[in-house]
Protein backbone atom coordinates (compact mmCIF):
# COMPACT_ATOMS: atom_id res chain seq x y z
CA UNK A 1 0.00 0.00 0.00
CA UNK A 2 1.33 3.35 -0.74
CA UNK A 3 2.54 5.51 2.27
CA UNK A 4 -0.13 7.86 0.66
CA UNK A 5 -2.91 5.69 1.06
CA UNK A 6 -1.99 4.71 4.43
CA UNK A 7 -1.69 8.57 5.60
CA UNK A 8 -5.18 8.66 4.50
CA UNK A 9 -6.83 6.55 6.77
CA UNK A 10 -5.10 8.10 9.46
CA UNK A 11 -6.19 12.01 8.14
CA UNK A 12 -9.45 9.92 7.42
CA UNK A 13 -9.48 8.62 11.21
CA UNK A 14 -8.29 12.08 12.69
CA UNK A 15 -11.23 13.48 10.95
CA UNK A 16 -14.05 11.52 12.19
CA UNK A 17 -12.84 11.45 16.15
CA UNK A 18 -12.64 15.07 15.77
CA UNK A 19 -16.02 14.31 14.84
CA UNK A 20 -16.88 12.51 17.66
CA UNK A 21 -15.20 14.87 20.37
CA UNK A 22 -12.45 12.83 20.87
CA UNK A 23 -9.55 14.47 23.09
CA UNK A 24 -7.87 17.17 20.80
CA UNK A 25 -4.36 15.23 21.51
CA UNK A 26 -5.58 12.08 20.06
CA UNK A 27 -6.72 13.83 16.83
CA UNK A 28 -4.09 15.43 16.73
CA UNK A 29 -1.25 12.77 17.28
CA UNK A 30 -3.15 10.84 14.17
CA UNK A 31 -2.85 13.73 12.16
CA UNK A 32 0.66 14.03 12.63
CA UNK A 33 1.08 10.52 11.71
CA UNK A 34 -0.85 10.87 8.61
CA UNK A 35 2.19 13.85 7.95
CA UNK A 36 4.82 11.88 8.84
CA UNK A 37 3.96 8.66 7.05
CA UNK A 38 3.72 10.68 3.70
CA UNK A 39 7.20 12.22 4.10
CA UNK A 40 8.72 9.00 4.72
CA UNK A 41 11.27 8.53 1.89
CA UNK A 42 10.75 4.69 2.20
CA UNK A 43 7.06 2.41 1.81
CA UNK A 44 6.33 1.53 5.14
CA UNK A 45 5.53 -2.01 3.49
CA UNK A 46 8.92 -2.35 1.95
CA UNK A 47 10.63 -1.41 5.81
CA UNK A 48 8.68 -3.95 7.90
CA UNK A 49 9.60 -6.74 4.87
CA UNK A 50 13.53 -5.64 5.41
CA UNK A 51 12.78 -6.11 9.02
CA UNK A 52 13.12 -2.19 10.37
CA UNK A 53 11.49 -1.27 13.49
CA UNK A 54 8.89 1.65 12.74
CA UNK A 55 9.62 2.86 15.81
CA UNK A 56 13.26 3.71 15.29
CA UNK A 57 11.61 6.25 12.89
CA UNK A 58 11.69 10.11 14.73
CA UNK A 59 7.80 10.36 15.78
CA UNK A 60 6.39 6.73 15.13
CA UNK A 61 5.74 4.83 18.94
CA UNK A 62 4.46 2.09 19.47
CA UNK A 63 0.81 2.07 19.54
CA UNK A 64 1.27 4.00 16.42
CA UNK A 65 4.20 1.61 14.63
CA UNK A 66 1.37 -1.36 15.98
CA UNK A 67 -1.36 0.48 13.92
CA UNK A 68 1.00 0.34 10.69
CA UNK A 69 1.81 -2.96 10.89
CA UNK A 70 -1.79 -4.18 10.99
CA UNK A 71 -3.03 -1.89 7.64
CA UNK A 72 0.15 -3.44 5.77
CA UNK A 73 -0.81 -6.93 6.91
CA UNK A 74 -4.74 -7.01 6.90
CA UNK A 75 -5.05 -3.33 4.60
CA UNK A 76 -7.44 -2.36 7.42
CA UNK A 77 -7.14 0.48 9.95
CA UNK A 78 -10.00 -1.37 12.43
CA UNK A 79 -10.15 1.90 14.22
CA UNK A 80 -11.15 3.76 11.39
CA UNK A 81 -14.01 0.98 10.38
CA UNK A 82 -15.74 1.08 14.10
CA UNK A 83 -15.79 5.05 13.67
CA UNK A 84 -17.40 4.93 9.84
CA UNK A 85 -19.91 2.82 11.38
CA UNK A 86 -21.06 5.72 13.75
CA UNK A 87 -21.68 7.70 11.32
CA UNK A 88 -23.76 8.74 7.94
CA UNK A 89 -21.66 7.18 5.04
CA UNK A 90 -21.39 10.70 3.79
CA UNK A 91 -20.23 12.56 6.11
CA UNK A 92 -16.55 11.84 4.47
CA UNK A 93 -17.73 13.90 1.13
CA UNK A 94 -19.03 16.33 3.94
CA UNK A 95 -15.48 17.50 5.22
CA UNK A 96 -14.12 18.03 1.65
CA UNK A 97 -16.64 21.03 0.84
CA UNK A 98 -14.32 23.70 1.82
CA UNK A 99 -14.72 25.58 5.06
CA UNK A 100 -16.46 22.79 6.63
CA UNK A 101 -14.31 20.63 9.20
CA UNK A 102 -15.46 17.93 11.64
CA UNK A 103 -16.79 20.58 14.19
CA UNK A 104 -18.98 21.95 11.98
CA UNK A 105 -20.32 18.42 10.69
CA UNK A 106 -20.81 17.64 13.64
CA UNK A 107 -23.11 19.93 14.51
CA UNK A 108 -25.03 19.78 10.89
CA UNK A 109 -25.77 15.89 11.77
CA UNK A 110 -25.88 16.81 15.41
CA UNK A 111 -28.92 19.57 14.98
CA UNK A 112 -29.92 19.59 11.85
CA UNK A 113 -30.17 15.23 11.70
CA UNK A 114 -28.48 15.46 7.64
CA UNK A 115 -27.66 12.28 6.67
CA UNK A 116 -26.32 12.61 3.26
CA UNK A 117 -25.30 15.74 1.09
CA UNK A 118 -28.67 15.75 -0.59
CA UNK A 119 -30.05 16.62 2.81
CA UNK A 120 -27.31 19.31 3.68
CA UNK A 121 -28.18 20.98 0.25
CA UNK A 122 -32.15 20.95 1.12
CA UNK A 123 -31.43 22.16 4.54
CA UNK A 124 -29.15 24.73 2.77
CA UNK A 125 -31.58 25.76 0.93
CA UNK A 126 -34.55 26.30 3.20
CA UNK A 127 -32.09 28.46 5.30
CA UNK A 128 -31.52 25.94 8.65
CA UNK A 129 -27.58 26.11 7.71
CA UNK A 130 -27.41 30.10 8.30
CA UNK A 131 -29.67 29.95 11.41
CA UNK A 132 -26.81 27.36 13.28
CA UNK A 133 -24.62 29.40 15.77
CA UNK A 134 -21.42 29.83 14.01
CA UNK A 135 -22.67 28.81 10.82
CA UNK A 136 -24.48 32.39 9.21
CA UNK A 137 -24.87 33.42 5.58
CA UNK A 138 -21.79 32.99 4.39
CA UNK A 139 -20.96 28.99 4.60
CA UNK A 140 -24.56 28.43 4.12
CA UNK A 141 -23.25 30.16 0.52
CA UNK A 142 -20.59 28.12 0.22
CA UNK A 143 -22.39 24.92 0.95
CA UNK A 144 -25.09 25.69 -1.73
CA UNK A 145 -21.90 26.60 -4.60
CA UNK A 146 -19.83 23.45 -4.14
CA UNK A 147 -22.54 20.96 -2.87
CA UNK A 148 -22.83 19.61 -6.15
CA UNK A 149 -19.44 19.38 -7.40
CA UNK A 150 -18.64 17.15 -4.07
CA UNK A 151 -21.41 14.72 -4.98
CA UNK A 152 -19.97 14.20 -8.12
CA UNK A 153 -16.58 14.41 -7.68
CA UNK A 154 -15.54 10.79 -7.11
CA UNK A 155 -12.57 9.66 -4.76
CA UNK A 156 -9.72 8.42 -7.17
CA UNK A 157 -7.23 5.51 -6.12
CA UNK A 158 -3.41 4.91 -7.66
CA UNK A 159 -2.95 1.84 -9.28
CA UNK A 160 -0.43 0.29 -7.47
CA UNK A 161 -3.24 0.07 -4.52
CA UNK A 162 -6.12 -0.59 -6.47
CA UNK A 163 -4.70 -3.50 -8.67
CA UNK A 164 -2.69 -5.28 -5.57
CA UNK A 165 -6.54 -5.54 -3.48
CA UNK A 166 -8.29 -6.51 -6.95
CA UNK A 167 -5.65 -9.00 -7.82
CA UNK A 168 -5.50 -10.60 -4.10
CA UNK A 169 -9.21 -10.86 -4.06
CA UNK A 170 -9.41 -12.37 -7.45
CA UNK A 171 -6.86 -14.86 -6.56
CA UNK A 172 -8.82 -15.56 -3.95
CA UNK A 173 -11.91 -16.30 -5.78
CA UNK A 174 -9.89 -18.48 -7.84
CA UNK A 175 -9.43 -20.86 -5.27
CA UNK A 176 -12.88 -21.87 -5.00
CA UNK A 177 -13.64 -24.91 -6.95
CA UNK A 178 -16.78 -23.79 -8.25
CA UNK A 179 -15.12 -20.58 -9.85
CA UNK A 180 -13.93 -20.92 -13.36
CA UNK A 181 -12.78 -17.95 -14.52
CA UNK A 182 -12.61 -14.56 -12.63
CA UNK A 183 -10.37 -11.40 -13.94
CA UNK A 184 -10.44 -7.79 -13.16
CA UNK A 185 -11.91 -5.69 -16.08
CA UNK A 186 -12.48 -2.20 -15.94
CA UNK A 187 -9.82 0.63 -15.77
CA UNK A 188 -7.67 -1.38 -13.37
CA UNK A 189 -7.12 -3.93 -16.56
CA UNK A 190 -6.51 -1.06 -19.01
CA UNK A 191 -3.80 -0.33 -16.30
CA UNK A 192 -4.82 3.47 -16.16
CA UNK A 193 -2.35 5.53 -13.45
CA UNK A 194 -5.82 6.09 -11.06
CA UNK A 195 -8.47 3.49 -10.74
CA UNK A 196 -12.00 5.02 -9.82
CA UNK A 197 -13.51 1.50 -8.77
CA UNK A 198 -12.51 -1.65 -9.14
CA UNK A 199 -14.79 -4.09 -11.52
CA UNK A 200 -14.48 -8.15 -11.40
CA UNK A 201 -15.93 -10.64 -13.58
CA UNK A 202 -16.02 -14.42 -12.81
CA UNK A 203 -17.64 -17.45 -14.34
CA UNK A 204 -18.94 -20.13 -11.27
CA UNK A 205 -21.45 -22.77 -10.85
CA UNK A 206 -23.13 -21.10 -8.04
CA UNK A 207 -23.10 -16.92 -7.67
CA UNK A 208 -24.07 -16.85 -4.31
CA UNK A 209 -20.98 -18.76 -3.28
CA UNK A 210 -18.84 -16.85 -5.45
CA UNK A 211 -20.39 -13.27 -3.31
CA UNK A 212 -20.19 -15.62 -0.54
CA UNK A 213 -16.68 -15.87 -0.65
CA UNK A 214 -15.91 -12.24 -1.65
CA UNK A 215 -17.69 -11.19 1.07
CA UNK A 216 -15.76 -13.28 3.47
CA UNK A 217 -12.43 -11.89 2.54
CA UNK A 218 -10.36 -9.88 4.80
CA UNK A 219 -9.84 -7.11 2.46
CA UNK A 220 -13.49 -6.59 2.18
CA UNK A 221 -14.65 -4.09 4.93
CA UNK A 222 -18.23 -3.92 4.17
CA UNK A 223 -20.69 -5.47 1.94
CA UNK A 224 -22.75 -2.29 -0.05
CA UNK A 225 -25.14 -4.15 -1.76
CA UNK A 226 -25.96 -7.59 -3.35
CA UNK A 227 -28.62 -9.11 -6.03
CA UNK A 228 -27.86 -12.21 -7.23
CA UNK A 229 -25.28 -12.41 -9.59
CA UNK A 230 -23.92 -8.69 -8.60
CA UNK A 231 -22.41 -7.85 -5.39
CA UNK A 232 -20.41 -4.33 -4.36
CA UNK A 233 -18.46 -4.12 -1.58
CA UNK A 234 -15.88 -1.71 -0.15
CA UNK A 235 -12.15 -2.91 -0.23
CA UNK A 236 -9.94 -1.91 3.12
CA UNK A 237 -8.11 1.04 1.24
CA UNK A 238 -11.64 3.11 0.48
CA UNK A 239 -12.22 1.72 -3.40
CA UNK A 240 -15.73 -0.23 -4.11
CA UNK A 241 -15.07 -3.27 -6.15
CA UNK A 242 -17.99 -4.43 -8.34
CA UNK A 243 -18.11 -8.46 -8.96
CA UNK A 244 -20.27 -9.68 -11.42
CA UNK A 245 -20.63 -13.12 -12.24
CA UNK A 246 -21.58 -13.96 -15.62
CA UNK A 247 -22.50 -16.95 -17.49
CA UNK A 248 -19.39 -18.63 -19.70
CA UNK A 249 -21.04 -17.83 -22.98
CA UNK A 250 -20.96 -13.89 -22.06
CA UNK A 251 -17.41 -14.14 -20.23
CA UNK A 252 -15.92 -12.72 -23.27
CA UNK A 253 -18.46 -10.08 -24.10
CA UNK A 254 -18.70 -9.13 -20.52
CA UNK A 255 -14.68 -8.57 -20.36
CA UNK A 256 -15.04 -6.67 -23.64
CA UNK A 257 -17.39 -4.56 -22.41
CA UNK A 258 -16.30 -3.65 -18.74
CA UNK A 259 -13.14 -3.30 -19.33
CA UNK A 260 -13.95 -0.24 -21.35
CA UNK A 261 -12.80 2.24 -21.94
CA UNK A 262 -16.61 3.98 -22.69
CA UNK A 263 -14.78 5.65 -25.44
CA UNK A 264 -13.22 2.45 -27.06
CA UNK A 265 -16.91 0.67 -26.58
CA UNK A 266 -18.22 3.59 -28.13
CA UNK A 267 -16.84 2.60 -31.50
CA UNK A 268 -16.78 -1.29 -31.27
CA UNK A 269 -21.03 -0.73 -30.52
CA UNK A 270 -20.57 1.27 -34.10
CA UNK A 271 -18.95 -1.38 -35.48
CA UNK A 272 -20.95 -4.43 -34.74
CA UNK A 273 -24.25 -2.62 -35.89
CA UNK A 274 -22.11 -1.73 -39.15
CA UNK A 275 -22.37 -5.52 -39.64
CA UNK A 276 -25.94 -5.68 -38.78
CA UNK A 277 -24.83 -6.87 -35.22
CA UNK A 278 -25.13 -5.82 -31.47
CA UNK A 279 -22.79 -6.07 -29.07
CA UNK A 280 -23.93 -5.54 -25.15
CA UNK A 281 -22.17 -7.57 -21.72
CA UNK A 282 -23.73 -10.89 -23.02
CA UNK A 283 -22.40 -11.21 -26.27
CA UNK A 284 -22.66 -10.44 -30.28
CA UNK A 285 -26.31 -11.04 -31.72
CA UNK A 286 -27.47 -11.01 -35.04
CA UNK A 287 -31.53 -10.65 -34.62
CA UNK A 288 -31.73 -12.20 -31.31
CA UNK A 289 -29.24 -14.95 -32.10
CA UNK A 290 -25.91 -15.32 -30.01
CA UNK A 291 -23.20 -15.05 -32.70
CA UNK A 292 -19.85 -14.65 -30.06
CA UNK A 293 -19.34 -13.68 -26.61
CA UNK A 294 -17.36 -16.58 -24.86
CA UNK A 295 -13.60 -14.86 -25.79
CA UNK A 296 -12.66 -11.59 -26.35
CA UNK A 297 -11.03 -12.61 -29.35
CA UNK A 298 -14.23 -14.02 -30.34
CA UNK A 299 -15.44 -10.81 -30.08
CA UNK A 300 -13.35 -8.80 -31.72
CA UNK A 301 -12.51 -11.40 -34.38
CA UNK A 302 -16.40 -11.09 -35.31
CA UNK A 303 -15.97 -7.23 -35.85
CA UNK A 304 -12.92 -8.00 -38.18
CA UNK A 305 -9.75 -7.08 -35.80
CA UNK A 306 -7.82 -8.66 -33.93
CA UNK A 307 -7.41 -8.43 -29.94
CA UNK A 308 -7.03 -5.39 -28.96
CA UNK A 309 -4.20 -4.84 -25.63
CA UNK A 310 -6.38 -3.43 -22.58
CA UNK A 311 -3.49 -0.76 -22.02
CA UNK A 312 -4.73 0.52 -25.58
CA UNK A 313 -8.79 0.43 -25.52
CA UNK A 314 -9.22 4.29 -24.94
CA UNK A 315 -9.98 5.01 -28.60
CA UNK A 316 -6.73 6.84 -29.31
CA UNK A 317 -4.68 4.96 -32.03
CA UNK A 318 -5.83 1.15 -31.62
CA UNK A 319 -8.28 1.31 -34.28
CA UNK A 320 -5.87 2.30 -36.84
CA UNK A 321 -3.16 -0.24 -35.68
CA UNK A 322 -6.48 -2.86 -35.82
CA UNK A 323 -7.12 -2.16 -39.41
CA UNK A 324 -3.58 -2.54 -40.52
CA UNK A 325 -2.61 -5.33 -38.17
CA UNK A 326 0.01 -3.02 -36.90
CA UNK A 327 -0.01 -2.70 -33.23
CA UNK A 328 3.31 -1.51 -31.79
CA UNK A 329 5.07 -4.79 -29.89
CA UNK A 330 4.58 -3.27 -26.32
CA UNK A 331 7.24 -3.06 -23.89
CA UNK A 332 7.85 -5.50 -20.92
CA UNK A 333 9.60 -5.39 -17.67
CA UNK A 334 12.33 -7.25 -18.64
CA UNK A 335 13.22 -5.40 -21.27
CA UNK A 336 14.32 -2.98 -19.20
CA UNK A 337 18.20 -3.16 -18.55
CA UNK A 338 19.12 0.11 -17.02
CA UNK A 339 17.59 2.84 -14.52
CA UNK A 340 19.03 6.25 -14.70
CA UNK A 341 17.50 7.77 -10.85
CA UNK A 342 17.85 6.82 -7.59
CA UNK A 343 18.80 8.66 -4.57
CA UNK A 344 21.35 7.48 -1.77
CA UNK A 345 22.35 8.21 1.98
CA UNK A 346 24.19 11.01 0.59
CA UNK A 347 20.58 12.84 0.38
CA UNK A 348 17.26 11.63 1.14
CA UNK A 349 17.74 7.90 0.17
CA UNK A 350 17.95 4.97 2.63
CA UNK A 351 20.30 3.03 1.25
CA UNK A 352 24.18 3.35 0.14
CA UNK A 353 25.36 3.08 -3.47
CA UNK A 354 26.61 -0.56 -3.53
CA UNK A 355 23.43 -1.25 -1.72
CA UNK A 356 21.20 0.16 -4.39
CA UNK A 357 23.42 -1.28 -7.49
CA UNK A 358 23.22 -5.18 -5.38
CA UNK A 359 19.76 -4.42 -5.24
CA UNK A 360 18.92 -3.23 -9.09
CA UNK A 361 21.69 -6.53 -9.78
CA UNK A 362 19.07 -8.42 -8.10
CA UNK A 363 16.26 -7.00 -10.55
CA UNK A 364 17.67 -7.71 -13.90
CA UNK A 365 19.45 -4.62 -14.17
CA UNK A 366 23.07 -4.12 -15.87
CA UNK A 367 23.70 -0.55 -14.92
CA UNK A 368 22.19 2.47 -12.91
CA UNK A 369 23.22 6.04 -12.82
CA UNK A 370 23.26 7.69 -8.70
CA UNK A 371 21.14 10.72 -8.99
CA UNK A 372 21.68 12.09 -5.86
CA UNK A 373 19.32 15.89 -5.85
CA UNK A 374 21.70 18.80 -5.84
CA UNK A 375 21.28 21.67 -3.06
CA UNK A 376 18.72 24.17 -4.03
CA UNK A 377 16.63 20.68 -2.59
CA UNK A 378 18.11 21.70 1.25
CA UNK A 379 15.30 19.54 2.66
CA UNK A 380 16.90 16.82 1.13
CA UNK A 381 20.14 17.52 2.40
CA UNK A 382 21.23 18.36 -1.62
CA UNK A 383 25.14 18.72 -3.29
CA UNK A 384 26.85 21.32 -3.82
CA UNK A 385 29.56 21.23 -6.28
CA UNK A 386 32.22 19.86 -3.49
CA UNK A 387 29.89 17.34 -1.95
CA UNK A 388 29.01 15.88 -5.70
CA UNK A 389 32.86 15.72 -6.65
CA UNK A 390 33.36 13.93 -3.48
CA UNK A 391 29.91 11.55 -3.84
CA UNK A 392 31.07 11.09 -7.30
CA UNK A 393 34.34 9.66 -6.17
CA UNK A 394 32.21 6.91 -4.16
CA UNK A 395 30.11 6.18 -6.46
CA UNK A 396 33.46 5.23 -8.96
CA UNK A 397 34.49 3.38 -5.87
CA UNK A 398 31.98 1.53 -5.60
CA UNK A 399 32.03 0.30 -9.33
CA UNK A 400 35.32 -1.41 -9.20
CA UNK A 401 33.53 -3.21 -6.13
CA UNK A 402 30.48 -4.34 -6.93
CA UNK A 403 30.18 -6.68 -10.12
CA UNK A 404 28.05 -7.50 -12.04
CA UNK A 405 26.43 -4.12 -12.50
CA UNK A 406 27.74 -0.85 -14.09
CA UNK A 407 27.25 2.22 -11.55
CA UNK A 408 27.21 6.04 -13.57
CA UNK A 409 28.15 9.21 -11.88
CA UNK A 410 24.80 10.86 -12.32
CA UNK A 411 22.69 13.99 -10.75
CA UNK A 412 19.59 15.02 -10.28
CA UNK A 413 20.36 18.74 -11.06
CA UNK A 414 17.35 21.22 -10.02
CA UNK A 415 16.41 23.88 -12.73
CA UNK A 416 16.16 26.84 -10.60
CA UNK A 417 13.12 29.33 -10.95
CA UNK A 418 15.20 31.58 -12.60
CA UNK A 419 15.47 28.99 -15.40
CA UNK A 420 19.35 28.48 -14.69
CA UNK A 421 20.44 25.29 -13.44
CA UNK A 422 21.67 24.50 -9.78
CA UNK A 423 25.54 23.60 -10.57
CA UNK A 424 27.70 25.43 -12.58
CA UNK A 425 28.98 23.81 -16.34
CA UNK A 426 32.35 21.92 -15.23
CA UNK A 427 30.75 20.21 -12.68
CA UNK A 428 27.75 18.93 -14.55
CA UNK A 429 30.63 18.14 -17.64
CA UNK A 430 31.97 15.49 -15.37
CA UNK A 431 28.94 13.70 -14.76
CA UNK A 432 28.18 10.67 -17.07
CA UNK A 433 24.54 11.30 -16.67
CA UNK A 434 22.68 14.22 -15.92
CA UNK A 435 18.80 14.48 -15.14
CA UNK A 436 17.68 18.03 -15.37
CA UNK A 437 14.36 18.78 -12.53
CA UNK A 438 11.69 21.05 -11.88
CA UNK A 439 10.71 20.58 -7.81
CA UNK A 440 10.12 24.67 -7.13
CA UNK A 441 8.34 27.41 -8.44
CA UNK A 442 5.68 24.71 -10.14
CA UNK A 443 3.26 27.58 -9.77
CA UNK A 444 5.08 29.91 -12.46
CA UNK A 445 3.22 30.77 -15.60
CA UNK A 446 3.47 28.59 -18.77
CA UNK A 447 6.06 31.03 -20.64
CA UNK A 448 8.08 30.88 -17.55
CA UNK A 449 7.53 26.84 -16.98
CA UNK A 450 8.47 26.51 -20.92
CA UNK A 451 11.96 28.71 -20.51
CA UNK A 452 13.53 27.17 -17.98
CA UNK A 453 12.70 23.28 -19.54
CA UNK A 454 14.41 24.97 -22.69
CA UNK A 455 17.28 26.40 -20.88
CA UNK A 456 17.60 22.66 -19.23
CA UNK A 457 17.80 21.12 -22.37
CA UNK A 458 19.92 23.44 -24.35
CA UNK A 459 22.34 23.04 -21.94
CA UNK A 460 25.11 20.78 -23.30
CA UNK A 461 25.68 18.69 -20.24
CA UNK A 462 21.88 17.63 -19.78
CA UNK A 463 21.11 14.16 -21.02
CA UNK A 464 16.64 14.01 -19.70
CA UNK A 465 14.65 16.30 -18.34
CA UNK A 466 12.99 13.87 -15.00
CA UNK A 467 9.69 14.18 -14.44
CA UNK A 468 8.49 16.71 -16.54
CA UNK A 469 5.44 18.68 -15.29
CA UNK A 470 5.81 17.53 -11.35
CA UNK A 471 2.74 16.36 -10.84
CA UNK A 472 1.65 14.32 -7.60
CA UNK A 473 -1.22 11.81 -8.93
CA UNK A 474 -4.25 12.40 -6.67
CA UNK A 475 -2.85 15.49 -4.72
CA UNK A 476 -1.40 18.71 -6.95
CA UNK A 477 -1.19 19.33 -10.53
CA UNK A 478 1.76 19.58 -12.39
CA UNK A 479 3.44 22.94 -14.02
CA UNK A 480 1.94 23.86 -17.14
CA UNK A 481 4.21 22.76 -19.56
CA UNK A 482 4.31 24.43 -23.41
CA UNK A 483 4.84 21.06 -24.67
CA UNK A 484 5.25 21.73 -28.35
CA UNK A 485 8.01 23.47 -27.74
CA UNK A 486 9.90 21.06 -25.28
CA UNK A 487 9.44 18.25 -27.88
CA UNK A 488 10.62 20.00 -30.92
CA UNK A 489 14.12 21.15 -28.21
CA UNK A 490 14.40 17.62 -26.89
CA UNK A 491 14.49 16.33 -30.39
CA UNK A 492 16.91 19.01 -31.53
CA UNK A 493 19.13 18.56 -29.05
CA UNK A 494 19.00 14.77 -28.83
CA UNK A 495 17.70 14.96 -24.81
CA UNK A 496 15.30 12.23 -23.74
CA UNK A 497 12.19 12.31 -21.83
CA UNK A 498 11.96 10.78 -18.45
CA UNK A 499 8.86 8.41 -17.37
CA UNK A 500 9.28 8.46 -13.96
CA UNK A 501 7.80 5.25 -12.47
CA UNK A 502 6.66 6.04 -8.99
CA UNK A 503 3.02 5.26 -8.76
CA UNK A 504 1.96 8.46 -7.09
CA UNK A 505 4.23 10.25 -10.56
CA UNK A 506 4.13 8.52 -13.32
CA UNK A 507 5.11 11.68 -15.21
CA UNK A 508 5.26 11.66 -18.45
CA UNK A 509 2.12 10.36 -18.75
CA UNK A 510 0.57 8.15 -21.57
CA UNK A 511 -0.92 10.95 -23.61
CA UNK A 512 2.28 12.77 -23.78
CA UNK A 513 4.69 9.92 -23.74
CA UNK A 514 3.28 8.89 -26.99
CA UNK A 515 3.42 12.48 -28.05
CA UNK A 516 7.23 12.44 -27.34
CA UNK A 517 7.88 9.23 -29.58
CA UNK A 518 6.29 10.41 -32.00
CA UNK A 519 8.77 13.53 -32.43
CA UNK A 520 11.44 10.67 -31.87
CA UNK A 521 12.78 11.36 -28.62
CA UNK A 522 13.97 8.62 -26.50
CA UNK A 523 12.03 7.81 -23.39
CA UNK A 524 13.72 6.68 -20.29
CA UNK A 525 11.80 4.65 -17.32
CA UNK A 526 13.04 5.23 -14.02
CA UNK A 527 12.44 4.17 -10.75
CA UNK A 528 13.18 7.54 -8.43
CA UNK A 529 13.91 5.01 -6.41
CA UNK A 530 15.01 6.38 -2.64
CA UNK A 531 16.06 2.87 -0.91
CA UNK A 532 16.46 -1.23 -1.77
CA UNK A 533 12.49 -1.91 -2.86
CA UNK A 534 12.12 1.69 -4.67
CA UNK A 535 13.46 -0.63 -7.68
CA UNK A 536 9.98 -2.29 -7.45
CA UNK A 537 7.84 0.83 -8.95
CA UNK A 538 9.76 0.38 -12.15
CA UNK A 539 6.73 -2.04 -13.65
CA UNK A 540 4.12 1.04 -13.03
CA UNK A 541 6.83 3.13 -15.42
CA UNK A 542 6.29 -0.12 -18.25
CA UNK A 543 2.43 -0.13 -17.77
CA UNK A 544 2.60 3.63 -18.07
CA UNK A 545 4.66 3.07 -21.45
CA UNK A 546 2.07 0.41 -22.84
CA UNK A 547 -0.05 2.69 -22.55
CA UNK A 548 1.29 5.25 -24.56
CA UNK A 549 2.24 2.45 -27.19
CA UNK A 550 5.45 2.28 -26.90
CA UNK A 551 8.18 -1.01 -27.68
CA UNK A 552 11.22 -1.42 -26.36
CA UNK A 553 12.73 0.07 -29.62
CA UNK A 554 11.10 3.19 -27.93
CA UNK A 555 12.77 3.10 -24.23
CA UNK A 556 16.20 4.15 -24.03
CA UNK A 557 17.50 2.14 -21.12
CA UNK A 558 16.37 -1.00 -22.49
CA UNK A 559 19.99 -1.01 -24.33
CA UNK A 560 23.00 -2.24 -23.02
CA UNK A 561 24.83 -0.09 -21.51
CA UNK A 562 27.11 0.80 -24.71
CA UNK A 563 24.70 1.31 -27.03
CA UNK A 564 22.82 3.56 -24.61
CA UNK A 565 25.76 5.56 -23.90
CA UNK A 566 26.24 5.97 -28.22
CA UNK A 567 22.52 7.44 -28.00
CA UNK A 568 23.74 10.42 -25.48
CA UNK A 569 24.57 13.56 -26.63
CA UNK A 570 28.27 14.64 -26.42
CA UNK A 571 28.79 17.84 -25.03
P1 LIG B 1 -12.90 4.16 -13.35
O1 LIG B 1 -13.59 3.13 -12.56
O2 LIG B 1 -13.50 5.51 -13.24
O3 LIG B 1 -11.43 4.21 -13.09
O4 LIG B 1 -13.01 3.78 -14.91
P2 LIG B 1 -13.62 2.50 -15.61
O5 LIG B 1 -13.19 2.54 -17.03
O6 LIG B 1 -13.32 1.29 -14.83
O7 LIG B 1 -15.16 2.81 -15.62
P3 LIG B 1 -16.41 2.17 -14.86
O8 LIG B 1 -16.00 1.48 -13.61
O9 LIG B 1 -17.42 3.24 -14.75
O10 LIG B 1 -16.96 1.11 -15.88
C1 LIG B 1 -16.22 -0.01 -16.28
C2 LIG B 1 -16.38 -0.23 -17.73
O11 LIG B 1 -17.74 -0.62 -17.99
C3 LIG B 1 -16.17 1.02 -18.57
O12 LIG B 1 -14.83 1.23 -18.90
C4 LIG B 1 -17.05 0.74 -19.76
C5 LIG B 1 -18.19 -0.03 -19.16
N1 LIG B 1 -19.33 0.85 -18.86
C6 LIG B 1 -19.72 1.27 -17.65
N2 LIG B 1 -20.80 2.07 -17.74
C7 LIG B 1 -21.07 2.16 -19.02
C8 LIG B 1 -22.08 2.85 -19.77
O13 LIG B 1 -22.92 3.55 -19.23
N3 LIG B 1 -22.04 2.70 -21.11
C9 LIG B 1 -21.10 1.93 -21.71
N4 LIG B 1 -21.08 1.81 -23.00
N5 LIG B 1 -20.17 1.29 -21.05
C10 LIG B 1 -20.14 1.39 -19.74
CA1 LIG C 1 -13.94 0.93 -12.67
CA1 LIG D 1 -17.56 -0.02 -11.90
Given at each position: ???????????????????????????????????????????????????????????????????????????????????????????????????????????????????????????????????????????????LENVDEVKDAEQRYYLADAKAEADAVVADLLELDSVEKATVAGSCRRLKETVGD?????????????????????????????????????????????????????????????????????????????????????????????????????????????????????????????????????????????????????????????????????????????????????????????????????????????????????????????????????????????????????????????????????????????HPTGRLLLKRPGASVGFDDVYKACADEGVFLEINAHPSRLDLDDVHAAAAKEHGIPIVIDSDAHSVDGFDVLTYGVYQARRAGLSREDVANTRPLGEFRAMLK??
Open positions: MQNATIARLFEQLADLLELDGANPFRVRAYRNAARKIESLADEVGGLIESGVKLTKLEGIGKDLAAKIETIVETGVLPQLEEMREKFPPDVMKMLQLPGIGPKKVAVLVGELGVETLSDLKEAAQNGQVAALSGFGKKTEQTILDVLAVAADSAVVMDRLAENPVVVKVLARGDTKQRVRLASGIELDLRVVPRESYGAAMQYFTGSKEHNIVTRRMAQERGLKLNEYGLFRDDEYVAGETEEDVYAELGLPWVPPELRENRREFEWAAENAFPQLIERDDLLGDLHMHTTATDGTASIAEMAEAAKTRGLEYVAITDHSKRVAMANGLDADRLREHWENVRKANDEVDGIEILCGIECDILEDATLDLPDDVLAEADWVVAVLHYGLKQPREKITERLLNAIRNPHVHAIGTS
